[in-house]
Structures are given as C-alpha cells and as structure tokens.
C-alpha cells in the first residue's frame, strides 16, 4: 500500500521528490552514530530504499541528480549524495556500468573539499568503488593517494561545520584517519585487482614529507603486497625500475631509516618499517639482504613490547643508537663507494622533510654523519658537514644534540676537517655584518644566538673527542685543552647551553679513558681548571629566579656532577685543594627539596657516584684512601644529622655507598672457612711472614684498624639506627655492619695490644648481620627492639680505644635534632658504660663526662638533658665518681663566671645535674661527700688577701675559687631537690656538712669584708635550705637573723649560735662535729680558722661528757693562742675559759699560763679577751694554780689599767682586785708592793669619766685595803667615796691622803712620783684628780724632804697646766690647787728661798715642752 502510494508521488515529481529525501540521508546518516541510534538506523534505511527504488525505475535519472549534486559543492547536498551513490553503487553496478567517467569526474571535482563530513564521505565512496574496479590507471593512483594524505592526518580538534543549512554531525581528524588507513588496508588485502595500482605506487607515497604520519599505514600495506607477491619478487623489481617517478632505493632507505627514530609511534610504525626494508633488500646492493634478514629481527623484538619500552627511561636513546648501528654495519656491508655518494645525496636532499624541532632531524643528522664516517672523500666530506651545520637548528636542543652527534661520527675518520670547521666556526662567531647590526638593537638576541652557538660548538668539540680515534685523540685534546679554546665557550647564560658545554668537557673526561681502556693513556691537562668550569656553569645566575629555572638549572647541576666524576676518574690524581673545591661546591646539593623527584634523585645519584669515584681515584693507597674516606664522611656529617628526613636519607645512603666501594678497595685476604670472595670470616695476611710490608708495593698496604677512627664513626651513624624514618634506620645498621666488617679485615699493628677476641667479634658482627637481615625482609619490627639488638653487637665489636672515642664524641649525637636518635645515643652511652665502664682510665671519664655535660648544657628538650643527665649519673656509678663530681663542678663554676645562672633559658643545667646526683640512690651520699670534701679542700683566694701572701697559691686558685662557688650552690639544690634520698644522705652526713657549712661561713664573711657579697649570699641561702632539709626551724631564724651582718663580732656570735642551737637539739653530732673542727682549726685560710675557732669556744661549753674529745679541744684551743689572727687567738682564750666547770680545775694552770701570755698580746681585742677571760677563770682557780703566776699577772694589769680602752682599763682594775684573794702567805709581802705602786692610779680612777671604771676602781680598793692594815674602812663606806660628784671626790682624796700622809710616810714620795706622771695622761679628768692629789700630799705633808723634792716641781706644772691646758676641768682644779698650796701653813718655808727655783723649773718645763 505504501510502495504504489509512493510511486503514484514518482510519477507526479521525481525531482521535488530527490531534493526533500536528500538531506534526510545526511541528517540521519549522523544519528547512526549519536544518541536515537535505532531510530536514526531506521529512517536512514527507510529513506536508502526509497533511492533504490527510485534507481530501479529511473536508474539514469536518478545518476543525474546524484551527480548534478556533488558539482553543486554544497557540503549538505555532496555528503547526502555521496552516501546515496556509496549505498546504490553496488546494486546499481551494470545499470550504471557505462558512467563510470562521469562518476569519477563527480568524485575527482570533491577531492579538494576540506570539509571533514564530505572527506569522510569521499573516503567510504573511494573503497566502494575500488571493490567493483571503478578505479583504474592514473585516477585509480590519484583516489589511493587521497586515502594516503588523510591517512596522515594530526590530532585536532572537532571540526562542526556550523554554516551547513542542515547540521550534518561533528567529526575529528582522528575518525577520518581511522576509516582511511582501514579503507587502505581493504584496498591492499581484499581487492587483488588494486594490487597494480597500490604497486610500485606506494613507495612513492613513503618520500613526501605532507605523508610522514602515514608511514606506518603505507608501510603496512607495503609489507603485505610483497608477502601476497613474494612469489614473483622479481617482478616486483622490474616494475619499480621500470617507472621512472618511483623513487630509487638509497631515497627509500635514507627515508625508512630516519622514519625508524620513534619506536612508539602508533601503528607499531618502526616494525612496519622494518617489514618494508626487509622485503625490499633486494632492491639494495647484494650481501646486505643476508644481513638484514639476521638483523632486522633483533630489532623487531626490541620494539615488539612497547608497554615494556617505556619502563625503560633510555629506550630512545637505546633505539637510535641501534638504528645508527644498523646503518653502520649496512653500509659496511654493502662497500661500494658510488651507493655510499647516493645515499649521502639522498639524505642530504631530504633534510627539507623534516622541521627543525623534529626529533627526525637530529636522527638524519646522525646517519649523515655515519654515512661520512665510511667516505673517504675529504672534498665530499667537507661539503656535506658545512651543509649539514647550515641545515641544522641549533636553537632546538635536540637538533644540536644529532648535529653534535654526527661531527663526532664524521671525526671518527675525519677528525682534522671537523676540527678545523668548528674551529672556523669559532673564529666567525658575530662577525656577520647582519649580527653586528642586530646585535645593537638587540642584546637578549645576540646573547641567545651566542649561548646556541656555544653550545652547538662545544657539544660537536666533545662528540669529536668521544668518537675520534684513540690514536690521535691526545694530541687534540692537549691543543684543544692547552689553547684555553674551551674557556671560550663557558660565556653562555641559558641552562641548555650550560648543560651542552658540560657535556662536552664530560665527553673529553670519557674520551681520555676510552683511550686508556684502548691502551693508550694519557692525562688530561688541565684537568683542575675544567672542574672548574664545571663547578662554574652548574651554579645559579644572580638574576635566575628560582620558580622559573629551578627544573632547568637541577638538570644542569646533574649533569655537571656526572661530567665531574668523569673528570675525577681520569688521571692525573686529585689534588687535596681540588677535591675540597669540588666537594664544597656539590656537598650543598644534599640539602635541595625533594621535589620535583623524578630529577631530584638521578642529581642525588650522581652526587654519591662522585663521591665514590673522588674516593676510588684520590689515594694511593689503602691508608690514604681511609684519609680520604674519613674526610669525606666527616663533611656529610651534617647532613646525616640534619632535621630534614631526606637530607638524612640521601646522606646515608652516600656513606653506605662510598663503604662498599672502600670494601672493595682495601680488603684483602683469605677465608679460613673457605669462603669464596669477600666475606666476614676474612682473615688478614700474615704481615710477620710477608716482612716489613714497606717493600711491597703501594696497592697492597692496607690501612690500620686505628686509621678509620670507627669510634667517631659509629656514634656518628648510630643515632640513625633510631631514626624516625625506616629507611634509614636499614642503611645505618648496614653502614655499621660495613664499617666492622672491613675493621675485622684490616690489619693491626704488629705487637698491637687491642685485645680483641676475634670469635666474640665475629659473633657480635653475625648478629648484627641478622638485625639487617630482619630489617629489610620485616619493615614491622619494634625499632626499640632492633635499635638494642645492634647497641649490643656494637658494645661488643668496639676495642677499648675505638669505645673511649665513641664516649668522647657523643655530644654531637645526644644533641641530635631528631629527639628518637637523640634518645638512642643516650641509650647506647648507657649501654656502653653500664658494660664496659671498667675499661675507662680516669682521662677516659674527664673527657666523657665534659662529652655529657656539653650536650646537656647545648639540650634544650628538658626530657632529653633528664636523660643525658641519667647517662652521667650512670657513668658515676659505674666509674670514678670522683672525677665525674669534679668535672660537673668545673663546669658548673665556669658557667658561674661566665653566664647569669638565674636567667638562663630552660634553667641551668647544672641544677639539674645536681637534683639528679641527689636523688639517685647510689650517688646521693657519694655526691654529698664530694661536696664536703670540695668545701674543705678548696680556699677561696680572696679570703686570704689578708694574709699578703700569694706565693703559695698557684695560678688555677681562682678556678677552684670558682668550683667552690659552684660547690655551694650543689649543696643547695642537694638540699632543696634531694627529696626522700637526698634527706637521708643529709642526715647520715650531718656533722661533717655542718662543719663545713661553718666554716665557709666564716670564709664568705671575709670576702664580704672586702666587698664580695655574693658568696655570703650564696652560703647563707645553703646554710638555710639545710636547716630546712633537717627540720631545724631555729637554726634557720638565727641565719636569717644575722646572717648577713658583716660586723666580725656579730658573725662570730652567730656562728656561737648556731653551734649552741646544734648543741641543744643534736647533742649526738657535738662529738663528731668538734672532731672535725678541731682539725679545721689548723686550714690556712684566717677566716676559716676564725669560724672553727668560734664554734669551737661554744662547743667546748658543752663537752663535758666527751673526756678524750675535750682533751683535743683544749690541746688544740692551746695551741692556736698563737695564732697570727687575732680573732683566732680571742677566740681560743675564750673557748678555754669555757671548759665545763667539772673540768676547768683540771686545765686551770694551762689557761692561766695562756691568759699571761696574752695579756701581752699586741692586739689590743685580744688583751681585752684576756683580761676578761682572768676574771672568769680567778673564780674557779685555786692558789695553787695562781700563786706562781699571781706577781706576773699583776704587773700586766697594772700596764694594762691605762688602757684607753674603758673595757680593758675596767677589767683590768677589776681583774687586780679579784688577784687580791690569792696575795696571801708568802705572796703577802711582794703582792703589797704590788698594790702601793697601783695604788695612786687607783685613787685617780675613782673618779674615770667612765662610771663602770669608777665602780671597778672602788670593788678593787675596797678589795685591797685588809692588805694595808689602817683605818680606811671608814672612809670606804663614807658617802664621798661612792658618790659620783666631784667636790665629794675631792673630799674622799683629802681624807684618804691624810690616811696615807700619817701611817706611810715612806711611801708617799713613790706615790707622788707615780701622781706626777699622770699629769700627762691622755684623760684631762685624769690630769685634774692628779693634780689635786699631789697638791693634797703637799700640802698635808710636813716631811720636809718630800717638800723639797716635789713643792716647786708641782707648782712649776701647775703653773704651766693653768696657762697652756685647753680643758677647762684642769685649770680650774690648777687654780684651785696653786691657791690651796700658796695658803698652805708650809708655803712660808719654801717661798722665799725657792721662788728663783719654781721660775727657773717653769722656764726650764716650758722650754722642753717647746721641744716637743
């Protein structure tokens, strides 16, 4: 129904008809392959059958129209017509058998569309029309040459034909291309008819360079004519020939050769190639068939798995070095010097079909150059490599790399015409008048030519070293170094030229040793002066900004270090100051960031690689290379201790590295277990056997054991076995493992004494071999763990001399920035110490500890020094801690001088170096004892500038001076920080700490006299905190009551008081405490004694019940009264008088006898100390024990009663009058005497401007007057006698004169002798009382002889007093006396006959006086 409905519409209007169904074709023709599928598929067959039927009918009609269509180019209307006639032609074939010209005229007139819906459409119609023989002849060639350049299309983007009236679809390049190298490949496979069109034709589609990317296709297709022809190759032949527009064989070959260069590119392009040349041999010269069937499958295989190619990094450059071998060993077979000329036309003339940026270009240039290596036409030669420079962009790196790399090929037999073009080269560099004008307008333009010139030059200079001929290759090199030619190419600014001038100098450095490695070694000049021109290039311009260059400028600094191992490895040997230059400028790249990695790490590998290469070339021997080893190691130090994980990584690894390449050097020898090679079980060569090895050669002496120094080494790397990071935890175990097994290898020193059991050692190395073992196959292992297990083994493998090193350089690895490895150093110090601490020699500890306490002091971390802190008390423990307690002091008194101890941030580590010593159970009381001996021990030297003798102090007084300091701030925070064990260690000690806190005491107040304050702060505050420690509240009020006052008697009464507060609540310590002081009394220091002295003179108040111990004291307070300190002396005296009074009886006699010698003294505080002391001691001693002495005591108390001293005039008084109850018996009569000669200056005294002299005046008068036997008592108990008013004094003298004048005449002139002699006392009330009562005598004398001895005399004075006295008290008591005398009743019997005499004697007086 529908079909005749349909033709009813035909008949009416075909053409109305063909022109509404055409655009549906192209519309739904696209929905084929869009969303709708099955709707589109349908309508787009629906409308296909309706052209059929049409074609049935008006089959030339309907050809017209299709036709007429495509002349009309209007893209919609060609495609729908093209899909039409692709979709009829085969059903349609005989109706339409006599157009074919038409029909192909109608396609040839599209074939310039660039529309990619109608190429598209074109392409389909083209394979359509192969099937059923359209294409014959040249048209036939014309339409698979249309497939052919859209099989070459690129990758673009989407091409929408958006002017289209009808949306025909969007379609890219890529699809295109895809149905034409599948409408090729039909036309090739499917079609045997086309076999003669496709046939020599394609081989003229490989040449031009519009079909490059059409190569794999063409080739293809090629390979599969001649495998379907193979049967008539010869035919095959003779139709290439026969055609004259197919290229010859040497175009091909030099086209598919170059085409080989990517062995990725898609459609397996490098095997289809391959196919080609191998199916084609024959057309090439005879012998390379045979070759190329057993070469040209290697190469496919290569490139068969390309997922695996690109697991390798140098595959490309792999491949192109295989291709140009493959064209080497092609044109070596092939010998034919006409074919070699050809080919070299040939690659010539394709260089136009490649752009310069093509990685193509660079493969041509290198297959030229092996193509000139085989011609031996010099003329022909120089005229190709001019063309090829010229050709050549060397702008693009990699076309200068193949330009470089073909000169160098070229030199391998035309080393001399290279030279001299690159020399010409040189020579001409912007001398061209178009770069001389450019050159003034542009500076970036001549810089950036300049720099591709350089670098193409140097690149061809070092490619023609690497190539050319071992034999000639020094002579050149020497000119080319010895000229400084290569100085000239360093002036270049961009990285790409930078790294091709390093490649150069790199290519020279390889070239020397592959003529060494032909036999023909030389070394290169200059060597030392071309590292530095790498050093020069790889490093940053000032103005290269770090975000725009840093990829570049990594790549150059890689390839610098790799050209600088070269460099190293040739010879001559490295100079010390070259190998520092280098290593300096390379030994920084340890620290670049990690990223970018992937060029990172190949820069960090060749770092190690230089240094393993500086290692292996620097020595000449095995002990100079362990020089070098060490060196090199202790310069990567850093980085191995760096904070930045990776630096550590990188470092390590290095270490690892460069041991195993030492290994391999320097350990020799044989394996007495049979062991094949290197091993640990190795034994050392027998040195005795082989004699003094100085006469073997160089290579064979092997360094010592001694020489790698492994003590600093291990505790270098032993940190990193507790890193945080797994990795290098594994390469430090392995480094250690390294570093003992090559120790195990070396010799030692004939007649060495190391002591090393070789099978503990050995042990030890197998298990830290296992650890390693464990570490690389169980990354989940405790690291604790691990970390132990190789602390054990190390502990074990080190000699006595190797551990000592490790203690002493521990300071760097317990200050280690990662906290895990800081920690393990401190566990692995323990470890050692707690084991093996015996083995230390008292420096071993010194050095140790000072190691210890450096790292705590530079610790900031309060757990870490906690730990050091721990490490020190361990060495303590297990060593000498003596000498561990004297450094820890030494360094606490510099840290005094020289820092602010209060201030320091995270506190003072020595405080807690002493908090830890108090509070470890062991060391508590050994550290107290070493405090106490250091107090006792050390003076301070300022307290003995009072002495004036330094002779016996050395220079380093002032350091103990400063240990002492420190000594007394341990004691402190012992006190404050000892907690529970520290107070016991106290309180077991508490006698001796006491002592010596006394006695510094004293020592800080001596220096406080002279104005140093700090030490009695710091005493006082240590004083104090151990009353705290102890409990005793008292003592601490007393100290801090008085513990600062600096007046001697207030110290000296508070030391008094401490030792009483001691004696009352701790009576069981007095013992012990006296003990030691009584041996302290005897130090050198004046104040120390001081203080002994005073505790002393209280302590001995209560030792009565300690016989023995008394019996010291007094012997020792004895012998001390003789002291040079006065102080002391006192002291002593008063200690004496002290003595309990059960025992004083005992030792009266020897404290009297000491009392008289010090009432001599010549300080005055001591005669004053004495005189009291005679008071006290009078009233416990009996006549015995005074009487031998009692005249001798009385003669010094009588000079000591003019004293100015009121204290000692005073005493003295009183003293002579309790002498008077022992005057009796036979001491009667001289103790009489005594008291006559004292008794006017008695009666002066009475009245003493001191009220308690005029009270001892009196006791002593009223003691002595039984001894005069008169009347007086009277007088002694009158109102005047205890009056204090002077005109009742006056009254008490009169009467007692008249006393004197009636019952001892005989003794009156001695007592006015002893009168008149007070006129010159120094106490004017002295002077008035002895002028009133020498005028009383006078004038209630009547003896005329005393009259005439003494009247003129005394009135001659008076006279002169009254005129010349400035105190008022002896002018009036003068007057009044000249008056009492002149009314005198005996003044007539003298006035007249001696009045010449009284002027003469005032004259005379005065005179005298003036003299004065």
Known sequence: MQLSFFVYFLLKDLTVILSTLLPVVCIYNDSKEHSSFSVGLKTYNEVQRCFLTVGLVYPDDLFMFLLNKCRLKEEHLSVGALYVLKHLLPRSSEAWHSKRPLLLEAVKSLLDE????????????????????????????????????????????????????????????????????????????????????????????????????????????????????????????????????????????????????????????????????????????????????????????????????????????????????????????????????????????????????????????????????????????????????????????????????????????HLDAVLEMLKGILDNIGQSLFQRLLS????????????????????????????????????????????????????????????????????????????????????????????????????????????????????????ALSACTTLVTVEPKLTIETRNHVMKATLGFFALPNDPIDVVNPLIDNLITLLCAILLTSGED????????????????????????????????????????????????????????????????????????????????????????????????????????????????????????????????????????????????????????????????????????????????????????????????????????????????????????NELSETDVSRTTQSLLSAA????????????????????????????????????????????????????????????FSQHAV?????????????????????????????????????????????????????????????????????????????????????????QHEP?????????????CVGDLEMRKILARDGEQNDKEKWINLIGDVAGCVSIKRPKEVQTICLILTKSINRQQRFQREAAAAALSEFVRYSGGFDSLLEQMVEALCRHVSDES????????????????????????????????????????????AVSCLLTILKSSSKDAVEPILLNLSVRLRNLQVSMNVKMRRNAFAAFGALSNFGVGSQREAFLEQIHAMLPRLILHIYDDDLSVRQACRNTLKQVAPFMEIGVYGIFNSHCFNSDHRSDYETFVRDLTRQFVQHFPSRIDSYMGSTIQAFEAPWPIIQANAIYFSSSILCLCDDQHILSLFYTQVFGLLVVKLSRSADAIVRATCSSSLGWLLKSINSHSWRSTRLERVESFRWGYESESTKK
Request: net charge negative; charged share 20%.
């Open 114 to 413: 660039q529309n990619l819906a109608v190429q598209k459409a074109i392409s389909e119609l083209i394979v359509v029309m192969a099937s059923h023989c359209y294409l014959i002849g040249p048209s036939g060639e014309l339409f698979v040459e249309y497939l052919v350049r859209h099989c070459a299309l690129s990758d673009q983007k989407k091409y929408v034909n958006e002017s289209s009236k009808v949306k025909i679809g969007a379609f890219c390049p890529t699809e295109l291309r895809a149905i034409c190298e599948k409408g090729l490949l039909l036309l090739t496979i499917t079609i045997p008819e086309m076999q003669h069109i496709l046939w020599p034709f394609l081989l003229k589609m490989i040449i031009p360079r519009a079909y490059t990317s059409a190569a794999a296709t063409v080739c293809r297709c090629i390979s599969e004519l001649c495998r379907q022809r193979s049967s008539s190759s010869n035919v095959m032949l003779s139709e290439c020939k026969a055609r004259d527009d197919i290229p010859n064989p040497e175009e091909l070959f030099a086209r598919l050769v170059v085409l080989l260069h990517d062995p990725l590119a898609r459609e397996q392009q490098a095997t289809q190639i391959l196919m080609v040349l191998y199916y084609l041999s024959p057309l090439f010269p005879k012998n390379i068939d045979l070759f190329w069937q057993d070469e040209i499958p290697k190469m496919k295989a290569y490139v068969s798995d390309t997922e695996d190619l690109k697991l390798d990094p140098s595959y490309q450059e792999t491949w192109d070095d295989m291709i140009i071998n493959f064209l080497a060993e092609s044109l070596d077979v092939v010998q034919e010097t006409d074919w070699l000329i050809s080919l070299g036309n040939a690659f010539t003339e394709q260089y136009v079909l490649y752009t310069p940026d093509d990685d193509h270009s660079a493969l041509l240039h290198r297959c030229l150059g092996i193509l000139l290596q085989k011609v031996a036409d010099r003329n022909y030669v120089c005229d190709k490599i001019d063309w090829m420079y010229k050709q050549a962009n060397i702008s693009i790196p990699a076309n200068r790399l193949g330009l470089a790399k073909a000169m160098g090929l070229v030199a391998a037999s």
């Open 440 to 559: 003034f307008f542009s500076d970036s333009y001549r810089m950036e030519e300049s720099d591709d010139i350089h670098a193409a030059l140097a690149l061809m200079y070092g490619y023609a070293a690497k190539y050319a001929p071992s034999t000639v290759i020094e002579a050149r090199i020497d000119a080319l170094v010895g000229t400084n030619m290569l100085s000239r190419l360093l002036h270049v600014r961009h990285h790409t030229a930078k790294q091709a001038v390093i490649t150069a100098i790199d290519l020279l450095g390889r070239a020397v040793i592959n003529a060494a490695e032909n036999g023909a070694s030389f070394p290169l000049k200059k060597r030392d002066q071309l590292l530095d021109y790498i050093l020069t290039l790889m490093g940053r311009e000032e103005n290269d900004s770090f975000a725009d260059s840093s990829i570049e400028l990594l790549h150059t600094q890689a390839l």
């Open 622 to 837: 095995g002990r100079s290379r362990a020089d070098q080893l060490l060196h090199i190691l202790r310069q990567i130090d850093q980085y191995v201790s760096s904070p930045v994980e990776y630096q550590r990584r990188r470092s390590c690894l290095a270490v690892y590295e460069m041991l195993l390449k030492f290994r391999t050097l320097c350990v020799i020898g044989y394996c007495a277990l049979g062991c094949h090679g290197s091993c640990t079980h190795i034994k050392q060569i027998d040195r005795a056997v082989l004699g003094n090895f100085s006469n073997l050669p160089s290579a064979y002496v092997l360094p010592s054991r001694e020489a790698l120094c492994l003590g600093n080494r291990v505790i270098m790397y032993l940190p990193r076995c507790a890193d945080t990071d797994s990795e290098v935890r594994k390469i430090s175990a392995q480094i250690l493992d390294q570093l003992f097994s090559i120790s195990l290898s070396l010799p030692r020193p004939v007649g060495s004494s190391s002591g090393i059991d070789l099978e503990l050692s050995y042990g030890a190395l197998s298990s830290l071999e296992d650890v390693i073992a464990i570490l690389r196959s169980d990354a989940s292992i405790d690291p604790s763990e691990v970390f132990n297990r190789i602390v054990s083994s190390v502990c074990i493998l080190l000699t006595k001399d190797e551990l000592v090193a490790t203690l002493h350089s521990c300071t760097t690895a317990i200050c280690d920035r990662t906290k895990q490895s800081a920690e393990g150093a401190i566990q692995a110090v323990i470890e050692f110490v707690t084991k093996r601490g």
């Open 857 to 916: 002091v530079h610790i900031t971390d309060k757990h870490l020094r906690l730990e050091t802190l721990g490490a020190i008390s361990c060495l303590a423990e297990n060593t000498n801690s003596k000498i561990v307690f004297n450094e820890v002091l030494a360094t606490a008194g510099k840290d005094i001088v020289t820092k602010d101890i209060s201030r320091l941030r995270g506190g003072w580590p020595m405080q807690d170096a002493f908090h830890a």
């Open 923 to 1011: 060391l508590s009381f050994l550290f107290l004892e070493h405090l106490i001996s250091a107090l006792n021990q050390t003076p301070f030297v300022k307290g003995d500038m009072e002495k004036g003798d330094y002779s016996s102090h050395s220079a380093d007084t002032w350091i103990d001076d400063d240990i002492l300091q420190a000594a007394i701030l341990a004691l402190t925070a012992f006190f404050r920080g000892g907690g529970k064990v520290g107070k016991k260690a106290v309180e077991k000690s508490y006698a001796p700490l006491l002592a010596a806190l006394t006695l510094q005491l004293g020592s800080c107040h001596g220096l406080a006299s002279s104005g």
């Open 1016 to 1028: 009695l702060r710091a005493i006082l505050t240590s004083f104090q905190a151990f009353c705290e």
């Open 1126 to 1169: 006065p102080t002391v002396r006192g002291l002593c005296l008063r200690g004496l008088v002290q003595i309990p009074s059960i025992h004083i009886h005992q030792y009266a006699t020897q404290v009297l006898s000491v009392i008289l010698a010090l009432l001599d003294d010549l300080d005055e505080s001591v005669q004053l100390t």
